[in-house]
Each structure stands twice: as structure tokens, then as C-alpha cells.
């Protein structure tokens, strides 16, 4: 018990530290700042989810004390909860006679649900702590829109005329909720690769390497982003949440898009080609994501990596 304690203590503190840039106002930490469950993910899947918890438990506690309790609950909700939970959960196994090995792994699927489930729970506590209406949440934001464009001396579309600082205040706060969800669950997903990886170099890593070519969402996946879509048309916070969650499990089918695009080239010549252009594309000016997001609802509907996959040959390198 004594060692898993002292590396959680380590992983909160590193944790702690990459979110204490940000808050102590420095703009190069921003990128870092991303990064802050990779530590508390490491200690997840490497050691224990004990290791995870302590991490997290020590880095509020730190940043409670230095920045408040807002910023503890902050940190909580939105970084240390759900990187201990899916830390927690991407360790979870059942015996199953069918299984290789006889064991059955919490699916990579079921994770990016959950994450989604998180970053969607995340947001909307943020939502109902900050107004307890959408009328005094949209005028927050836009208060706080007017107050940036104003400390940045220039219209908020970079100086071009008939800019209206409400009118886009109204629009971030409209787009905001969506947008945080989506970002929240790009940034815990992404780290609990790198935490998975570091882990498995190390040799650490308890449960076998996926298949994540094969990833697939949970069956209702698909009708529960339709109830959610329509629930997202009404007016005011219950609206803006469903966007919130909407939006995270479109992340979800962003991923199962590449997974589908990793399992459909496999064996072709143009393989490099696709993905490479894919990926950078996505991450050059992000709206690809959408269509990429379609292929994965495709697939859903379809089952396009058994009607038109190759089925041929082992897993390339970057899909193991």
C-alpha cells in the first residue's frame, strides 16, 4: 500500500502542476494543461486505481488551497474524477469461458461512453452553478465576451466593421457548452492512449492491447444521439445540455470513424496515404471530424467493416 500512496501523491502533484500554469495566468501552459489526467492515468493502469484516486485527492486538495474551492470543484468534475473513473474502468474484467484467455475486458467502446457520460456531467454541473436560468447564463457570457473584446482593444471578428459584441456574446454562449464537452472528451480519451501506451511500455498494463481498428459503440448509442439531438432544440439549460452531451458522443463517432478508416485500409496500398490525410486534416481545421463522425454512425447503421473490410491480414502497427 506504502508504494501506491507515494506515486498517487507523485501523480497528484504532477497533475496539480500542469493545471497551476494555467491558473497562474501563463499562456505556454496551455498546452500542458491538456495533459494534466495523463499523470493520474498512468498511476490508473500502471500500479493501481488507488494510486489514481490518491493522485486525485492531493491534487484538490493543493489546488484547493491555493486557488479556492471553486477551483477544487473545478478540478474535480472536470479532470480528476473522470480520469480515475476511466483509469478504473479500462481495468475492469469478467470471467467468460468464451473469452481469449477467459477473461473479458470493459470494452474501449463502453469507455468512450462513459468519458462522454463524464465530460456531459461535467459541463452541466458548470451550467447550473454559474446561472440558474439560460437568461442569466447568456448574460454572463456575454459580459464576460464584451469585457475580453474590450481588453483586446479590436472587434471580436478582428477588426472588421459592424461587429455587434452582444450578438456574438449570444452565440458563444450558445456554442460553448457543446464545444466544452466535445474538447473535455477528446483531451481525457487522448490522454488514457498515451497513459495506455506508457503503460504498456513499462509492461505494466494488466489487460491485453485492443484492437482498437474493432472499436464499436454500445448498440443504443446511436438512438440515444437522436433523443439527444431533438432534446437539444428546446430552449434554455435543459437544451444546452443535451447539446453538451450530443456533442460529446459525436466525439465518440469520430473515433469509431477513424477506427472504421484503420479497418478498411488495411491490406491496401493507399493506406498511408488516407490516414495520414485524414488525421492532419482533422487536426489542421477540425470540421472534418464531422464527416469521419458520419462514417462512424454509418457503420453503426450499415456494418461496414463486415460488408466491404478486407479481413486480410494482421493489424498494421498503429491500430495494435
Given at each position: 500500500m506504502g508504494p501506491f500512496l507515494l506515486i498517487g501523491i507523485a501523480a497528484g502533484a504532477a497533475s496539480a502542476l500542469l493545471v497551476a500554469g494555467v491558473a497562474a495566468g501563463s499562456v505556454l501552459a496551455v498546452p500542458l494543461f491538456?495533459?494534466?489526467?495523463?499523470?493520474?492515468?498512468?498511476?490508473?493502469?500502471?500500479f493501481s486505481h488507488i494510486s489514481a484516486a490518491v493522485g486525485v485527492v492531493a491534487a484538490s486538495l493543493g489546488l484547493g488551497f491555493m486557488y479556492g474551492t471553486t477551483f477544487l470543484i473545478a478540478y474535480?468534475?472536470?479532470?480528476?474524477?473522470?480520469?480515475?473513473?476511466?483509469?478504473?474502468?479500462?481495468?475492469?474484467?469478467?470471467?467468460?469461458?468464451?473469452?481469449?484467455d477467459g477473461i473479458t475486458w470493459f470494452p474501449v467502446?463502453?469507455?468512450?461512453?462513459?468519458?462522454?457520460g463524464l465530460a456531459t456531467l461535467s459541463v452541466v454541473v458548470a451550467l447550473f452553478s454559474l446561472a440558474g436560468s439560460y437568461e442569466a447564463y447568456r448574460d454572463a457570457v456575454v459580459q464576460a465576451f464584451q469585457a475580453f473584446v474590450k481588453i483586446q482593444g479590436a472587434s471580436p471578428m478582428g477588426g472588421s466593421a459592424g461587429a455587434d459584441p452582444a450578438a456574438m456574446g449570444e452565440t458563444v454562449a450558445i456554442?460553448?457548452?457543446?464545444?466544452?464537452?466535445?474538447?473535455?472528451?477528446?483531451?481525457?480519451?487522448?490522454?488514457?492512449?498515451?497513459?495506455?501506451?506508457?503503460?504498456r511500455l513499462s509492461g505494466?498494463?494488466?489487460?491485453?492491447?485492443?484492437?482498437?481498428?474493432?472499436?464499436?459503440?454500445?448498440?443504443?448509442?446511436s438512438l440515444a444521439l437522436a433523443v439527444l439531438i431533438a432534446i437539444a432544440m428546446m430552449p434554455?439549460?435543459?437544451?444546452?445540455?443535451?447539446?453538451?452531451?450530443?456533442?460529446?458522443?459525436?466525439?465518440?463517432?469520430?473515433?469509431?470513424?477513424?477506427?472504421?478508416?484503420h479497418f478498411l485500409t488495411r491490406g491496401r496500398a493507399a493506406r498511408p496515404f488516407i490516414?495520414?490525410?485524414?488525421?492532419?486534416?482533422?487536426?489542421?481545421?477540425?470540421?472534418?471530424?464531422?464527416?469521419?463522425?458520419?462514417?462512424?454512425?454509418?457503420?453503426?447503421?450499415?456494418?461496414?467493416?463486415?460488408?466491404?473490410?478486407t479481413g486480410g491480414g494482421p493489424p498494421a502497427a498503429n491500430d495494435r
Open positions: 491538456y495533459l494534466a489526467p495523463l499523470p493520474l492515468m498512468i498511476g490508473g493502469l500502471a474535480l468534475m472536470g479532470i480528476g474524477i473522470p480520469a480515475w473513473v476511466l483509469a478504473y474502468c479500462a481495468l475492469l474484467a469478467r470471467q467468460d469461458a468464451n473469452a481469449r467502446g463502453g469507455l468512450m461512453v462513459v468519458g462522454a456554442i460553448l457548452p457543446p464545444t466544452a464537452a466535445a474538447l473535455m472528451l477528446a483531451t481525457q480519451l487522448g490522454c488514457l492512449y498515451l497513459a495506455a501506451r506508457a503503460a505494466r498494463l494488466a489487460r491485453p492491447w485492443p484492437d482498437l481498428a474493432a472499436t464499436r459503440l454500445p448498440s443504443a448509442t434554455g439549460l435543459v437544451g444546452l445540455s443535451a447539446a453538451a452531451a450530443g456533442a460529446a458522443l459525436i466525439v465518440c463517432y469520430t473515433a469509431v470513424g477513424f477506427a472504421v478508416l490516414l495520414t490525410g485524414a488525421w492532419v486534416l482533422t487536426l489542421a481545421i477540425g470540421w472534418p471530424a464531422l464527416v469521419v463522425a458520419l462514417l462512424g454512425v454509418a457503420d453503426a447503421m450499415f456494418d461496414l467493416r463486415r460488408r466491404i473490410g
